[in-house]
């Protein structure tokens, strides 16, 4: 007799369940089915920037196009001068004026310059070979490591020099950037033998 009543009272807790999930439950269904989906807000740019007044609208030309090695054979014919400029002529035929430190030195420290992101000469050729056998013991890297040159015993001193005496066609670095090819080390066959055009210097008598 108990348990007959705990059945009925269970199913008609099962029954009032169903009944409270099917009241409250179906609608919400139905309505999620058919939530609208609320449109984007529409996409906006970031508003254009506007330029200074009074700023230059059109950039002059800087600096004069030139082949790599031929900048350095200017730099030797001129006798190697350290901040004095000297002038070279540039692929357009202008009389061009550049100097050391700006425009031949970044040619050894610089990557990109020889070929398409080739070396640059200090990676192999810096002070950390002075006074070694490695990479022909020589430094690239100031004005006073290049002029003194290859397989130096040490820090202080001279070289084989590499610059030719002044004779760009008789130097080891020419032999060897632009007769040989074969510096940077590891440069294909086919990179162009006075490397990647630049834009050096400012041309010379010319408004700038
Ligand atoms: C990956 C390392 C490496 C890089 C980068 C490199 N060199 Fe060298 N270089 C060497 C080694 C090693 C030697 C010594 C062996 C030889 O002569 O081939 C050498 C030798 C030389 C010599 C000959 C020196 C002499 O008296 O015989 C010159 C000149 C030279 N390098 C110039 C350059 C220049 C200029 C660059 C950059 C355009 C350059 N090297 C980049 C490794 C390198």
Redesign the pocket.
């Known amino acids: 007799m108990r348990t007959r009543i705990l059945v009925w009272l269970m199913m008609a807790l099962v029954a009032v369940v169903a009944v409270g999930c099917g009241i409250q439950g179906a609608p919400n269904f139905a309505q999620a089915e058919h939530t609208p989906i609320p449109p984007l807000p529409p996409a906006t740019l970031p508003p254009e920037p506007t330029p200074e007044p009074g700023a230059a609208t059109v950039a002059a030309p800087v600096g004069c196009r030139v082949y790599p090695a031929d900048l350095i054979a200017a730099w030797v014919a001129a006798g190697t001068p350290k901040d004095e400029p000297f002038t070279f002529t540039d692929l357009d035929g202008r009389t061009c004026q550049a100097t050391f430190e700006a425009d031949v030195l970044p040619?050894?420290t610089e990557m990109g310059?020889?070929y398409e992101n080739?070396?640059?000469?200090t990676?192999?050729?810096n002070a950390n070979f002075v006074g070694t056998e490695?990479?022909?013991g020589?430094s690239?890297e100031t004005y006073e490591d290049i002029l003194a040159?290859?397989?130096r015993s040490g820090p202080d001193a001279q070289g084989?020099d590499?610059l030719g005496g002044g004779n760009w066609e008789q130097s080891?670095?020419y032999?060897?950037?632009v007769v040989k090819k074969?510096?940077?080390?590891?440069r294909p066959a086919d990179a162009p033998a006075k490397g990647l055009e630049i834009l050096a210097g400012t041309p010379v008598g010319e408004e700038q």
């Open positions: 040619l050894f310059v020889w080739s070396v640059p000469c990676a192999c050729h490695a990479n022909a020589m690239l040159g290859s397989y084989n590499i080891i670095l032999d060897r950037l074969d510096m940077p080390l590891g």
